[in-house]
């Protein structure tokens, strides 16, 4: 009898992946399923819990937020099918310091608190891990940002290293106790919380006592070298006195690496930017990677038209912009003819396999066995077949990609409830609305193509080079979507420093680095709205328009109101859910003091939210919410885009460290008297005030960027904040050090642009 969704998504849940099989059975068979409607409101912060207790994702989407120690607790985070959250609430009593609400309609899996208790006597390995994951999700913050200095971790998306935080778990460690031995496989790789570990080595045959070579503090991570490699660990590790740390154990390690394409081009980004002997031994795995099985995508479509036009089309797409091999399988019914010969176009092959439901599932597998070390990526394209045909082949899909013009349409079918879903809308038929919440109208990490199927299924020859120039610009987002090959761009606030966000944004252009995705806040804000809407254009309205940003800033103080209709007098009245380029404005509720996304409604308006600086500006109100300036909280939002699907994320903080004072101010008279006057000086108080809150900024701002591959931290500029009229000088000033960020940003995305594997050129017998 095959398992139903609800015991599926316990089974597959990453973070219950320490349990035995057995103990995940037990906890499947304690938790209660719970539908819930788009906005409802599971807790509200600062209020005692109606339903105390764990919740599992099933299917929708919940948006959780945290009050905490650490600056990510005290933002939202979205979380989708597999994700547990709630951990805090079943753990602690008292009012609840963790606020959730669905994003959409969600089926919801809900151990409540008695049943946990009851269920920690029988498997007390789950409160330990549901105490590691309260833990890390406060370390989170420094846990990424010491990843990213890893050798491991450093070429791996932010999602990829957000997916090893939720399956980590936390050892404590006695004083002397050896963590890992010399010549010995690696367990993992670890992350040192508290405490100081020793690191020795002995000579190979020697008796001599082991020679100390380092020191780990917090922050600092280890045993990633020899994980990579798999070669025995170079050193011994053992912990001076009590220590704790976070550990990702090899299997997790390697399950990642086996089913993600994305990890993989880590893996070779690694091996083909080191420079010592640990290259070598990563090169050896070239040839392991390239019989590694491709990732399959089944493409279902909810439009009128052949899902097979966009299907070929993507195939091509993902072979001329990164030179994957791809297999592309239809599935016609039995009937008359014979199965027809594959067909082989460039690195594009064509496979048409004749199957009825009952044997679907063994001649798909047959299929991708014999083929798919071949190839990075199989589309499967299932036109018109029924939940009897997609429940066989369930097992063999990573991943659906769901066409659409609904943006909040289900699947068309039941039983693919548990594979991973990318909503692809074509746009033009949803309405918008016409309000600003943040409260979503669209699926996160949705896709936006500016396509007609009904169009494109006419054609009869789907070749690419045919297409219109917005045709082949959302298929080639659409190829980064389903690869995992996203670029986001954080644009951080500070007022009209900000014009040098319109130089970073024009030379990753210009550079042929693409823009998927934007958030920003304040000033980053306007920048974001006006690159989104129109590209290159827009660098013009905004260096010309100081005058209006001017009275926009000065009106605002009366009411916000002014700068909003600012961005709606030059952009139109356009909303947020249809823009190709999702651009997603970042306010702070002070009603909750958490920091909100605003992904629908006019766009005007949800500049407006982010851009209104408490105590100056008026707020804007929506359903309960009070939003204001977005930097308050969070100055460079990069975490919104890696909640939004973005694999390469690019900061840009532009609040520059004040430069050292050439000359400090001195007492005017000597003694006591002297300095008592001089410190009461109110010009001193605002000069210390200014720049002390300049300190904060860039300080903040290079802090809340843990979560981004590379960060453009903007040099001093002598001009002030306010100030508009100096936009060309400004972005003028900006270009020696972008051009020094964009060599790294063009290096990481021709790395990640590029495929996982080096594979020989496609021939037939490749599919025989």
Known sequence: MPASPDSKAVEQCPSLRRLTAAERDRVAAAMSPRDVSAGAVLWRIGEAPRDRGLYLVVSGEVSVAHHGPTRSSNSSRTVGPGSLFGERTILSDGPSVVGARALTPARLLLLTRDRFDALVAEIPALRTVLDDLDLLRDLEPEVLAAMRRSALARHFSPRTLAELCTVADVLDVAADEPVLRQGEAAPG??????????????????????????????????????????????????????????????????????????????????????????????????????????????????????????????????????????????????????????????????????????????????????????????????????????SAIEHRVDRVVHLTHNTWA????????????????????????????????????????????????????????????????????????????????????????????????????????????????????????????????????????????????????????????????????????????????????????????????????????????????SPVTSRGARLVDGGIINNVPEDVLVSEGADLVVASNIVSSPAAMAHVPQPLFPGRAGRFLHELNPLGRMSDLVRSTLILMHSAGSRDAHLADITYNAEPVPFLPWDFSHGEETMRHAEPEVARVLAEIRDAWQHLARPAAHREALVAAHLE
């Open 189 to 390: 790789f670890f992350f040192v919380i508290s405490g100081e570990l020793k690191v020795t080595v002995r000579a190979e045959g020697s008796d001599a006592p082991p020679v100390l070579v380092d020191t780990l503090h917090p922050g600092d991570v280890f045993g990633d070298v020899a994980l990579i490699t798999g070669q025995p660990q170079p050193s011994t590790v053992t912990a001076w006195g009590p220590a704790r740390l976070a550990r990702v154990r090899d299997d997790a390690y390697r399950k990642m690496l086996e089913v993600s394409q994305t990890h993989r081009r880590g893996v070779r980004s690694l091996a083909d930017t080191a420079v010592d002997a640990v290259a070598a031994q990563v090169a050896l795995g070239r040839d392991e990677a390239q019989h590694r099985p491709a990732e399959t995508r089944l493409i279902l479509s909810s439009v009128r038209g052949s899902s097979f036009a966009v299907t070929s089309l993507l195939a091509q797409t993902l072979a001329a912009d990164h030179d994957d091999h791809v297999m592309v399988v239809t599935f016609p019914r039995p009937g008359g003819a014979a199965q027809p010969a594959p067909r082989l176009d460039g690195n594009v092959a064509y496979v048409e396999l004749v199957t009825d439901d009952a044997s679907a599932a063994a001649r798909l597998g047959e299929l991708l066995d014999r083929t798919t070390r071949h190839f990075d990526y199989v589309l499967l394209d299932a036109a018109e077949r029924g939940d009897a045909f997609l």
């Open 410 to 617: 289900p699947l068309p079918t039941h039983a693919l409830a548990q594979v991973p879903v990318l909503h692809a809308v074509l746009l033009g038929a949803p309405k918008p609305r016409r309000e600003v919440t943040t409260m979503p109208t669209m699926h996160s990490g949705t896709v936006r193509l500016r396509l007609d199927l009904d169009t494109l299924s006419r054609r009869r020859a789907l070749r690419l080079a045919s297409v219109a120039p917005h045709e082949r610009a959302s298929l080639a987002r659409l190829a980064r979507a389903v690869s995992n090959r996203r670029v986001g761009v954080a644009l951080g606030g500070g007022g009209s420093w900000g014009f040098a966000h319109l130089t970073l944004l024009r030379e990753m252009t210009r550079a042929g680095v693409p823009v998927d995705l934007v958030a920003g806040c304040s000033f980053g804000a306007v920048v974001g709205a006006y690159w989104c809407a129109l590209g290159e254009q827009s660098i013009p309205t905004l260096v010309h328009g100081a005058g209006a940003l001017r009275n926009a800033a000065f009106g605002s103080i009366v009411s916000s109101v002014a700068l909003g209709a600012m961005v709606e007098r030059h952009l139109g009245h356009l909303a947020l859910e249809t823009l190709e380029v999702p651009f997603f404005p970042v306010a702070t509720d002070v009603a909750t003091g958490t920091q909100r996304a605003v992904k629908s409604g006019p766009i005007g308006r949800g500049v407006r939210a982010s851009g209104s600086f408490p105590g100056i500006f």
